[in-house]
């Protein structure tokens, strides 16, 4: 599998060394300080582009991409309100995209449970919920995708639930998030149910990013020569 890397940082780098020793071979490397080489010839030997950048960047990135006929793995979060209009670009192209807030297998069983879990406490509403995430202070959204995806999970179960806020709240009807940046935190999702009785507390937490660059590369591999837009749950079902 020939790939091009779409962002260059610590994800990239361990996507790339990951890449590597599964035989792949990487055809571009394309960074902050390249940008412009992101180009139909940059991509054109690419059998799909895996890109983790940034917001303000990771739309420009998919188009091109999908303008290229180069099916694109991405996972950086903090951009979703274009997503829609990324769903449309890839009907329009016959392209292909794949969207994870979060690659790691671990991270998705925890959406599994986060769901089950709200399911079984519908009837329960004398718990107040709550939800903390913590990330290296490199990360540049807040919340995470990973918390939001955790966060909208809920709300589909849980009609007394509206809306969730990045702030303490003690609105019945908002879910709060409290964000934390902690230098050297790849990753931990804690979601909190309290009572005066008793708690229940599940929580992930990631010892490094090998497990979101394992993910990817096997979302890259599982996407070549596929069409149309795709999730985690796709790949995993």
Known sequence: MKIALIGYGKMGKTID???????HQVVARIDVGNQGD?????????????????????FNNIVTCLENGVPVVSGTTGWLDRLEEA?????KYQGG???????????????????????LMKRYD????????IHHTQKLDAPSGTAIT??????G???YKKSWVNEPSQQDEELPIISKRIDKVPGTHTIRYNSPIDNITITHT????????????????????????????????
């Open 38 to 58: 992101l180009s139909a010839e940059s991509l054109t030997s690419a059998d799909v582009a895996i890109e983790f950048t940034r917001p303000e960047s990771a």
């Open 150 to 155: 955790l966060a909208e999970g809920i709300l």
């Open 87 to 91: 769903k449309q670009l890839v009907e």
């Open 97 to 119: 995209l794949f969207y994870a807030s979060n690659y790691s297998i671990g991270v998705n069983i925890f959406f599994a449970i986060n769901k089950q879990l709200a399911k």
């Open 157 to 159: 179960e849980l009609s």
């Open 206 to 237: 990631a010892h490094s990013r090998e497990g979101f660059a394992r993910g990817a590369l096997a979302a890259a591999e599982w996407m070549v020569g596929k069409q149309g837009f795709y999730g985690m749950e796709d790949m995993l079902s």
């Open 17 to 23: 060394q990951l890449a590597q020793a599964a035989g």
């Open 126 to 133: 004398q718990y107040g919920i709550s939800m903390e995430e």
